[in-house]
C-alpha cells in the first residue's frame, strides 16, 4: 500500500548517512576527549568460581599517573540487575558492582583509573588476588545435580526463584491440558534441541566517557541501547538523583541486544565522581568475548500431538535455559521462548510451557536479538516436519492448515506473556500464506523437495520454516516524541528512541514528513539524549518502529492540526476545510499559504506560538510480523560440510516505512542467524576458561560465507501501527536454524538437534 504515501514506502538515504560514510567523528571513542581524562581498565578473574579472600592493590596504587584503584572494599554494595529494562526490572537483583566471589572467568575483580591506558594496564598487574577455590558448575545438568555448589549464596539477592537449586527463574504457562491432549492424537512427535553459547560481536564494543558538565552534573557518553535506563540505574546504584544525571547516546557501531546491558557506565561514573575528572572505558575485544554478554544456551523439548486429518491438537514445551553467573534477562527470555513461538499454531486446544533458567559459572547470558524466539523455533519447526512426515502431509500443508490468521487469537498470548502475564490479543493482519507461496515458488520448492540429488558426494535438500515475532511489549513499553516548527517551514523531531545501526531516525522522520506533508530533509531528527528528548524505553524487542514511530505519528498529527488551525484564520477558511500539500496548506477554492510563511506568522508576527507537541503511546497489541524462510543446501557426506546456496525468506512487516532499511534489517537478520546456524560458537575448557575469545578463533560470517540471498517484502498493512506498519528487525534472525536444519534431512534423512551445524557434527550424525 505504499503507493498511498509520498514519503513513507520510499527508499530514502538515511538522515544519518552522510557523516558515517565519510568518517565523521560520530561514534563514542571517535568524538574529542576532555582535557585530564582517565582511563579505566578492568582485572576480572582468572577463575569460574571463587572467593576473594584478600586484595592488595598497594603496589598499583604507587604507578605514575594512577588516580583511583576500585575493588569490593571502597565501592557500593547495593544489590542491582544490569539489565536495561523498564522499571521495576523483572530480572533478579543479583549483581554487584564488585563483589567477594567471582562467578565466572571473565567476572570483576578490580579497575584501575590513570592518566594512560597503559599506565592503567601496569597496575593492574601489580593487583594481588588470593582466591578460595570453589567447584565450578559448567553445565545446565551440574546446577540441577543434587548436592551442587551454590552459585549465588549471599543472603541479600533480591527475586532469585530458587538459589539453593540454582534457578535463577522458573515460568509455567498453559491452556488445555497437554498430557490429555497428547493422549487423545493419533500422531505424536518428541524433539529434544541443544543450542550453544554465542556471542553478538559488534564491530564496535562497549565504551563509555564520562564528565561533569559546567552545573557539576554526571554525563555520560555510552554506545548503549537503552539511554533512560542506564540513568535510572546508575543514578541508584552510585546514589545520584535522576536529574544530576545526562545520558547521551551517539551513533552506535552494532548491539544487537548486548548493548541493552547497563555493563560499565558504573566504572568510568564513578571515577568522574570520585576525581571530578573525565574518564573512559573501553572493553578489549577479548573482554566483549567473555566479560559482556551471550545468548542463552538452552534445552527444549517439544511434544506434538495430531489427530489423522493433520490439526493440531496438542503442543508442550519445557525449556532448560544457561543463564551464567547472573540472571539479567533470564526470565524474560526464557518467557520469549514460548510467547513468540507458541500463539503461531493457535488451532490446538492443549498447550503447555514450562521453563527454569539455571545458574551456572560461565559467561552470562543477556539479550540477543531473537530474545529466545531463536532458540525455540529450532525444536519446534524441526518437530513439524517431522510431524508432518508421520502424517503424510507436505511440510507447506501442514503449516498453511495450523497456522494462525488474521482475526484469530491464541490463549498463550494471554496466560505467557514476557516474564509475567500477556494481555489478549488478536490477529490485525497476517500475509503468512502469501509470504509461504512466495517463497516456494521461488526456492523451486515442488521441484526439488525430496529429490535429494546428487553431485559427487554431495547430496541436496531444500527446507523451511515459518515463524511469527512481535512488535514491542504490550502495555508495557513506553515511546515518546517532540515535534516542533521553525520559521522556515521545517521540523525539529526530538526522539527518546535509540538508532543502533537499524536507521530508526531515518524511519522516524519519514513518518513524521508524511503526516507534515514535506521532504525528509525537512525533518531534523536529535535522539537519544536524556535532558532534550522525551522518554522511551530504547532499542529493544521489535518495538522502534511500532512503539517509537506511533508516537511521532501522534506528535506529527498534532503540530498537523495546529498548523492548520493557523492557516485557517491566515486564509479565512474553516480548518476542516484545508489540507497539507507539498510544503503548503491548500484551501479547497485553490488559495493556498506555505508552512514557511505559517513559521513566520506564529514566530514573529501576531498571536505568536511555538508550533509544536509532545505524544506518547503505550501499545495494547504486539502485532506480529510473519515469515517464511526457504534454503537449499548441499552436504558432503564425505566430510560433513553443508553449504547453504540459496536462501529465500518473505516477509509479512506491514507497511515497510524504507524498503531497503527493512530489507537489510532482514538480511543482517539471517546472516547472523546463519553464522549461529552453522559455525559460530563460544568453547570452553574444563574449568570454564575460553577457548575463542577473539574474531581469530571466533567466526563469524563475511561475504564469502553467504549464500545467494533474496528477500521479500509481502505486501500487508496492520492498522494498529504507524502508517499501517509493524516490526522487522528481530524475526529474520530466528529462521536459518531450522530451516537449515530441515534441508539437511531433506538431503540426507538425519536430523541434527544440537547446534551448531559444524562439519564434525554433521558427519558424526550421518555416520552414527
Not at 549465588?152 to 491452556?175: P, Q
Not at 492424537?185 to 564496535?204: F, G, K, M, W
Not at 510451557?353 to 559459572?361: H, K, L
Not at 557426506?637 to 507497511?655: K, N
Request: glycine fraction near 10%; hydrophobic fraction near 40%.
Amino acid at each position: 500500500m505504499a503507493d498511498k504515501f509520498n514519503v513513507v514506502g520510499i527508499s530514502a538515504h538515511r538522515v544519518d548517512g552522510r557523516g558515517l560514510v565519510t568518517g565523521k567523528p560520530v561514534f563514542v571513542d571517535d568524538l574529542p576527549k576532555h582535557p585530564g581524562l582517565l582511563h579505566v581498565a578492568l582485572l576480572t578473574s582468572p577463575h569460574a568460581h571463587a572467593r576473594i579472600t584478600s586484595i592488595d592493590t598497594r603496589a598499583a596504587e604507587q604507578v605514575e599517573g594512577i588516580a583511583l584503584v576500585l575493588d569490593h572494599r571502597n565501592t557500593p554494595h547495593r544489590r542491582y540487575t544490569t539489565a536495561g529494562q523498564g522499571y521495576p526490572e523483572p530480572s533478579p537483583y543479583d549483581s554487584r558492582m564488585f563483589d567477594t566471589k567471582v562467578r565466572w572467568v571473565g567476572d570483576r575483580v578490580a579497575a584501575v583509573a590513570a592518566d594512560t591506558l597503559e599506565s592503567a594496564e601496569r597496575a593492574l598487574g601489580l593487583i594481588e588476588v588470593d582466591y578460595e577455590m570453589l567447584d565450578p558448575v559448567l553445565s545446565i545438568d551440574e546446577a540441577l545435580a543434587d548436592g551442587a555448589p551454590v552459585i549465588h549464596d549471599e543472603d541479600d539477592a533480591l527475586d532469585v526463584w530458587d538459589a539453593e537449586r540454582n534457578i535463577s527463574a522458573h515460568m509455567v504457562a498453559s491452556a488445555g491440558d497437554a498430557e490429555k491432549g497428547l493422549a487423545e492424537s493419533d500422531v505424536v512427535v518428541e524433539v529434544t534441541t541443544e543450542t550453544h553459547y554465542a556471542q553478538h560481536a559488534p564491530l564496535e564494543p562497549h565504551v563509555v566517557s564520562t564528565f561533569l558538565d559546567e552545573q557539576g552534573r554526571l554525563v555520560i557518553v555510552s554506545s548503549t541501547q537503552v539511554p533512560f535506563h542506564v540513568r535510572r540505574i546508575i543514578g541508584r546504584l552510585l546514589d545520584v538523583p535522576v536529574h544530576g544525571i545526562r545520558v547521551i547516546k551517539p551513533r552506535i557501531g552494532g548491539g544487537f541486544g548486548v548493548k541493552q546491558e547497563v555493563l560499565i557506565e558504573d566504572l568510568p561514573s564513578l571515577v568522574t565522581l570520585r576525581t571530578g575528572r573525565p574518564a573512559q572505558m573501553v572493553y578489549t575485544r577479548e573482554q566483549e568475548f567473555i566479560s559482556s554478554r551471550t545468548r542463552h544456551p538452552m534445552r527444549i523439548r517439544v511434544r506434538l500431538g495430531a489427530k489423522d486429518d493433520g490439526t493440531l491438537h496438542a503442543l508442550a514445551m519445557d525449556v532448560l535455559s544457561n543463564t551464567g553467573a547472573y540472571g539479567t534477562h533470564g526470565l524474560t527470555v526464557l518467557s520469549n521462548v514460548g510467547s513468540k513461538t507458541l500463539p503461531l499454531y493457535n488451532k490446538a486446544p492443549h498447550v503447555s510451557f514450562r521453563g527454569d533458567a539455571v545458574y551456572t559459572n560461565l559467561p552470562v547470558g543477556g539479550a540477543y536479538r531473537g530474545y529466545g524466539a531463536t532458540q525455540g523455533y529450532f525444536p519446534l519447526e524441526t518437530a513439524v516436519d517431522r510431524l508432518a512426515g508421520e502424517l503424510g502431509m507436505d511440510a507447506l500443508e501442514w503449516r498453511s492448515l495450523n497456522h494462525i490468521r488474521e482475526g484469530e487469537t491464541s490463549p498463550i498470548f494471554v496466560a505467557l506473556g514476557e516474564g509475567r502475564e500477556g494481555v489478549e490479543q488478536t490477529i490485525t493482519s497476517c500475509e503468512l500464506d502469501e509470504c509461504i507461496r512466495l517463497g516456494a515458488e521461488r526456492i523451486g520448492w515442488s521441484e526439488k523437495r525430496g529429490k535429494r540429488e546428487r553431485e559427487g558426494s554431495k547430496v541436496h535438500g531444500v527446507g523451511m520454516s515459518v515463524h511469527m515475532q512481535g512488535s514491542g511489549i504490550p502495555m508495557i513499553d513506553m515511546g515518546a516524541a517532540t515535534i516542533k516548527m521553525n520559521d522556515d517551514g521545517s521540523f525539529n523531531l526530538l526522539v527518546g528512541a535509540t538508532d543502533l545501526g537499524t536507521g530508526s531516525d531515518t524511519i522516524l522522520a519519514q513518518i513524521a514528513a508524511e503526516v507534515l506533508a514535506v521532504p525528509l530533509e525537512s525533518v531534523i531528527v536529535t535522539s537519544s539524549d536524556t535532558d532534550i528528548t522525551p522518554f522511551d524505553v530504547g532499542a529493544y524487542a521489535s518495538s522502534t518502529t511500532y512503539v517509537s514511530g506511533m508516537a511521532v505519528q501522534k506528535a506529527a498529527e498534532e503540530v498537523r492540526e495546529q498548523i492548520l488551525e493557523v492557516a485557517a484564520l491566515m486564509l479565512e477558511a474553516d480548518p476542516g476545510e484545508l489540507e497539507l500539500v507539498d510544503e503548503r496548506v491548500v484551501a479547497g477554492d485553490d488559495r493556498s499559504v506555505s508552512l514557511a510563511n505559517i513559521g513566520i506568522r506564529t514566530l514573529y508576527g501576531v498571536e505568536q506560538q511555538q508550533i509544536g507537541a509532545t505524544a506518547s503511546f503505550v501499545p495494547e497489541l504486539s502485532p506480529p510480523p510473519f515469515l517464511a524462510s526457504f534454503c537449499e543446501v548441499a552436504v558432503d557426506e564425505s566430510t560433513g560440510r553443508v553449504d547453504v546456496l540459496r536462501y529465500v525468506a518473505a516477509i509479512d512487516c506491514g507497511t515497510a516505512i524504507n524498503p531497503k532499511l527493512a530489507e537489510g534489517q532482514l538480511e543482517g537478520a539471517i546472516a547472523n542467524g546463519i553464522g549461529f546456524a552453522l559455525f559460530e560458537e563460544m568453547i570452553f575448557d574444563a574449568e570454564g576458561h575460553p577457548k575463542t575469545p577473539d574474531f581469530a578463533r571466533y567466526k563469524i560470517p563475511g561475504p564469502m560465507d553467504m549464500p545467494e540471498l533474496e528477500t521479500i517484502l509481502v505486501d500487508s498493512y496492520e492498522p494498529t501501527g504507524p502508517m499501517g506498519a509493524k516490526s522487522v528487525s528481530e524475526i529474520g534472525i530466528n529462521a536459518p536454524i531450522p530451516t537449515i536444519a530441515n534441508a539437511i534431512y531433506d538431503a540426507t534423512g538425519v536430523w541434527l538437534t544440537e547446534t551448531p551445524f559444524t562439519p564434525e557434527r554433521v558427519w558424526r550424525a550421518l555416520n552414527g
